[in-house]
């Protein structure tokens, strides 16, 4: 029998074993577990991958096997969404469970050297980690942070007991030591990060992507023979730009700035995706290997649509928007014996439910003086029928506002409103706000009552509002030029 072979008939068996099980329990959801013994969390997420960028999600230029076993062994969700269409707006929601407005850090789309200064994640605030911790979890963040620099904020100083990554919001795929950050300066001082081991700079050889694969294998065999419950939050920074596959060391030393509009393509882009699908398959034999897998939960998601040669399809827009193609996202869960295998769920979800899931899971909750915003999805993991959501979003202080509530997504962008029927218009092409002007007008004054209960939004330096800026379309500047443009193929307006 072929290594091949063997590997069909364990999964055939895995499945058979714990489909059972899994439709035994459908519908409890996780609470019942709590008792139990406490399951590990590795959750896995990407840097702007887009929807149909992996296999089992559409993509048909590659393959992304080891993404696709979790699907066939979990749960897939078909409807879930990010916070933001950008990076740490989403990172600040899934870390406290709640809608990224309510936090100073939250306001800024992304977090960058424009923000004010002393920004970031308070340490006061509960987060996944610490209320983990509290519960006698082991907490590791490898990758990317990106809620606020040192020395006021960084991972150790909420909940996560060991950190190895980079602070910031990017660094280039070979070059993330101290030279990193004296080349890739301009027009910024900072932009990019060198990796850090807890909160002191090191500088290690390599790919990054596997840099932060090698060392979720080595965090998880340290928890399995500590035999303590632990989160691994593991942050790729992959395959946000720049755009390097794991063969392009000669392309990291030619370019001069991180922000290249020259470097890419499609081959360059499946190079970096499957190799982070490669990693995540290392860090899933290390569970197996170790014994962990069968009370392991492991997420697989991103943290918002995906950029300039990712595959959105079947949705229009991408990151930086509103359209779906901006905020839909892969999102996959497996666990064993919990979650029945080749499960499809079209849920509507968003990045913030991960929170006050995993904390149900573990047998604990959000802490009362912070409530979560988000939704525990253990009932639906578990076979519970899906029900509607209404789920809010704003961005760049005022150009772009959407809400979704049932099957109907209220959007203003780039000074144009929608109503759209997000199920059977997936490719937001139909207004129907003249048609369904009550709904439109409903959906409108209560997306108006949602944003006053969140802080107020933040206007973009003047000097940066320019059109083509490439910095300006990555880094907060409210320009509705670069928003546009994607649009002259989207919705009619």
Not at 319 to 346: H, M, N
Not at 452 to 476: C, I, K, Q, V, W
């Amino acid at each position: 029998m072929t290594h091949n072979d063997q590997h069909a008939v364990s999964r055939r068996r895995f499945v058979q074993a714990t489909a059972a099980s899994s439709l035994a329990l459908a519908g409890t959801g996780f609470a019942s577990f709590a008792q139990e013994v406490k399951p590990n969390i590795v959750f896995i997420l990407a840097d702007d991958l887009g929807y149909a960028d992996v296999s089992c999600y559409g993509q048909r230029d590659y393959t992304t096997p080891h993404i696709d076993r979790l699907a066939i062994e979990g749960l897939k969700f078909t409807q879930a969404y990010s916070n933001s269409p950008d990076c740490s707006a989403t990172r600040t929601a899934l870390i406290t469970g709640r809608y990224q407005a309510r936090l100073p850090v939250g306001v800024e789309e992304p977090l960058s050297p424009l923000s004010p200064k002393g920004l970031g994640l308070p340490p006061s605030h509960p987060t996944l980690p610490s209320l983990l911790k509290k519960v006698g979890y082991g907490t590791t963040l490898v990758g990317k942070w990106h809620l606020g620099e040192l020395p006021d904020f960084s991972p150790l100083k909420s909940g996560y007991d060991q950190f190895f990554g980079i602070l910031g919001c990017c660094a280039d795929y070979f070059n993330h030591g101290a030279e990193a950050a004296r080349t890739y300066v301009l027009p910024f001082p900072g932009l990019a990060h060198q990796l850090h081991e807890q909160e002191v700079p090191v500088e290690r050889h390599g790919y990054m992507t596997n840099l932060l694969g090698e060392r979720a294998v080595q965090t998880v065999e340290g928890y399995a023979r500590s035999r303590q419950p632990f989160l691994l939050s593991l942050h790729f920074t992959a395959p946000h730009w720049p755009w390097e596959g794991p063969d392009d060391e000669a392309e990291s030393k030619r370019i001069r700035s991180l922000f290249h509009r020259d470097g890419g393509s499609q081959k360059t882009y499946a190079a970096m995706v499957q190799n982070l699908d490669a990693n995540i398959g290392r860090v899933l034999q290390a569970l197996d290997a170790s014994g962990l897998a069968s009370n392991t939960i492991v997420v697989f998601t991103s943290d918002n649509g995906g950029e300039r040669f990712s595959h959105n399809w079947p949705f229009t827009g991408m990151k930086q928007e509103l359209l779906e193609g901006g905020i839909r996202i892969p999102a996959i869960v497996r666990w064993p014996g919990r979650i029945a295998p080749g499960t499809v769920s079209e849920q509507v979800m968003i990045t913030m439910d991960w929170m006050p899931t995993l904390l149900a899971a573990a047998g604990t909750s959000p802490d009362p003086a912070y409530p979560s915003d988000g939704e525990d999805l253990g009932p639906i993991m578990t076979g519970r029928a899906p029900h509607p959501r209404k789920l809010y979003w704003r961005y760049k202080a005022g150009s772009q506002r959407a809400i979704r509530d049932g099957d109907r997504k209220y959007l203003q962008i780039a000074g144009n409103e929608f109503l759209f029927d997000v199920v059977t218009d997936l490719r937001e092409r139909a207004n129907l706000k003249d048609r369904e002007k009550d709904v439109f007008e409903r959906l409108k004054s209560d997306w108006e009552a949602w944003a006053a209960t969140m802080l107020p939004e933040r206007s973009r330096p003047a000097p940066y509002n320019h059109p083509g800026n490439f910095l300006a379309d990555h880094y907060g500047v409210t320009n509705p030029a670069p928003v546009a443009a994607p649009l002259a193929s989207g919705p009619a307006r």
